[in-house]
């Protein structure tokens, strides 16, 4: 596929786009400046904003550039076909990333009451539970791959607690999400095993209500329906994966690679808070997000923006803007103006719980594996990359081997949980077998039936060891 199309606007797909990202953002902002025409899946006219000013401009300012994407000039005029791999991501849903004004207050004041809810406490013991049961597969090897063995599988693990999802879940909808996210052909699908699990979990907590995000959500005063409770849930489930696993592969090859990072944060005058900052300007865990919609015709960054066109807000590419960092080698070190989590009325309203996630998981992985070390030179590590991020392929690592003696309060949660989960399910509303049925028999695999259903555990463990 050739890296520019129609008009010779770049494209943001194909390989070009695949290959270097951060080396197309950087012709694009040679050839255009603050903001540039570029392509999408489909070959959809987008502008990508690139500059730092600008990007923060596009964000704060909602009256000009609205996120209700059924303002786009591709929808209202029949041009996206039903199959196409933006949709996941573009098309609108009754949530509060898609709305503005009062509405927008309505729905984000019930998720940050639902999000506010949990204490860092409780989401560090979810996160040591699975952290130690992940290492304890790994542990006996002296060998581990971090990104297919640790970082994709404890953030949606920790995420299905949250929103009170049953156990088994996890494993599965690693895939899905990873899968949705890329924007390949198979989107679609893996967007509805997502939904079918989600609507499942609904009618448990509507029954079985708990200390959890589902549960929350169904019981606010601002009365949201099933449907804006299943979109809210699907939103936080698939960002908060997307962005965390990122941040936690990134941060770990820093911290594997780096030896000034790994001598400042053994030595003390760091944080792991701070380094996280350091990352999140670096490599932000999504390149780009799609996106704002001109409401009227208006001048950005040199560009005549039209009324209805779809802007992609370039947090890549605003992070390293020259005008904010003349020098890219600067260290960083706790300051947190990056674009990573966005800003405005729709900044990222679980980043906290994200960075807690991610800062926990990494303490306890380097307390459990103290002596954990890259077992590749770091210039053979390699990432694949589609529309919105960027992803590190695999983080091979060495260690003493050793056994992982299991946290005592972890393995008495998982048995209360799995004992609430069976009970759960025999009163569901819903039968799994219905779910199956609705999401199809592509992959990735509907959950299997709760006569057949194996634990998390053994799923996960099964995954590994093929």
């Given at each position: 596929m050739a890296p520019t199309g129609p008009g010779g606007l770049r494209r943001l797909y194909g390989p070009e786009a695949e290959t270097d990202p951060a080396g197309l953002y950087e012709k694009l902002r040679?050839?255009?400046?603050?903001?540039?025409?570029?392509?999408?899946?489909?070959?959809?006219?987008?502008?990508?904003?690139?500059?730092?000013?600008?990007?923060?401009?596009?964000m704060r300012t909602p009256s000009l550039f609205s996120r209700d994407s059924r303002l786009w000039n591709a929808f209202r005029s029949n041009e996206v076909p039903a199959d196409s791999p933006l949709l996941p991501v573009v098309a609108w849903q009754p949530i509060c990333v898609f709305a503005d004004g009062d509405e927008h207050r309505r729905l984000r004041g019930a998720l940050l009451d639902g999000l506010n809810g949990f204490d860092r406490r409780g989401i560090r013991r979810h996160v040591r539970r699975f952290t130690t049961d992940l290492v304890q597969v790994?542990?006996?090897?002296?060998?581990?791959?971090?990104?297919?063995?640790?970082?994709?599988?404890?953030?949606?693990?920790?995420?299905?607690?949250?929103?009170?999802?049953?156990?088994?879940?996890?494993?599965?909808?690693?895939t899905a999400a990873r899968d949705l996210m890329k924007g390949t052909e198979t989107a679609i699908a893996s967007n509805e095993y997502v939904v079918a699990g989600l609507r499942r979990t609904i009618a448990i907590r509507r029954d079985n209500p708990g200390d959890d995000l589902t549960s929350r959500l169904l019981a606010h005063p601002a009365g949201l329906t099933e449907d804006e409770v299943m979109e809210h849930l699907r939103v936080v489930l698939l960002t908060a994966n997307e962005t965390t696993v990122n941040l936690i592969a990134d941060s770990l090859k820093m911290v594997l690679t780096d030896p000034r990072f790994r001598a400042h944060l053994s030595g003390g005058q760091m944080?792991?808070?701070?380094?996280?900052?350091?990352?999140?300007?670096d490599s932000p865990p999504m390149s780009l997000v799609a996106g704002r919609w001109a409401t009227a015709d208006t001048e950005l960054g040199g560009q005549q923006?039209?009324?209805?066109?779809?802007?992609?807000?370039?947090l890549a590419a605003g992070n390293v803007?020259?005008?904010?960092?003349?020098?890219?080698?600067?260290?960083?070190?706790?300051?947190?103006?990056?674009?990573?989590?966005?800003?405005?009325?729709?900044?990222?309203?679980?980043?906290?719980?994200?960075?807690?996630?991610?800062?926990?998981?990494?303490?306890?992985?380097?307390?459990?594996?103290?002596?954990?070390?890259?077992?590749?030179?770091?210039?053979e590590l390699t990432w694949s990359s589609a529309w919105i991020s960027r992803h590190l392929t695999a983080l091979p690592v060495e260690f003493t081997?050793?056994?992982?003696?299991?946290?005592?309060?972890?393995?008495?949660?998982?048995?209360?949980?799995?004992?609430?989960?069976?009970?759960?399910?025999?009163?569901?509303?819903?039968?799994?077998?219905q779910v199956a049925e609705s999401a199809g028999a592509s992959d990735p695999t509907p959950p299997t039936p709760p006569a057949q259903r194996r634990s998390w555990w053994d799923v996960l463990t099964g995954v590994f060891r093929r």
């Open positions: 040679a050839e255009h400046g603050e903001v540039a025409p570029v392509l999408l899946h489909g070959d959809h006219r987008a502008w990508l904003v690139l500059g730092h000013g600008a990007n923060i401009t596009v790994v542990g006996p090897t002296g060998r581990a791959e971090l990104i297919s063995q640790f970082a994709e599988h404890l953030p949606m693990l920790v995420m299905t607690k949250l929103l009170g999802m049953p156990d088994e879940y996890g494993p599965q909808l690693v944080t792991l808070g701070e380094a996280l900052d350091q990352v999140l300007w923006v039209r009324a209805g066109d779809l802007l992609l807000l370039g803007d020259p005008v904010v960092r003349p020098d890219p080698a600067a260290p960083l070190y706790g300051n947190r103006s990056h674009l990573s989590f966005g800003a405005g009325p729709h900044e990222c309203p679980g980043q906290d719980i994200g960075r807690h996630v991610a800062e926990a998981g990494i303490d306890i992985l380097l307390t459990l594996l103290p002596d954990v070390r890259l077992a590749v030179p770091e210039e081997a050793r056994d992982i003696e299991p946290d005592p309060v972890s393995v008495a949660e998982a048995e209360q949980a799995e004992a609430r989960t069976e009970a759960e399910q025999t009163d569901a509303a819903v039968p799994a077998s």
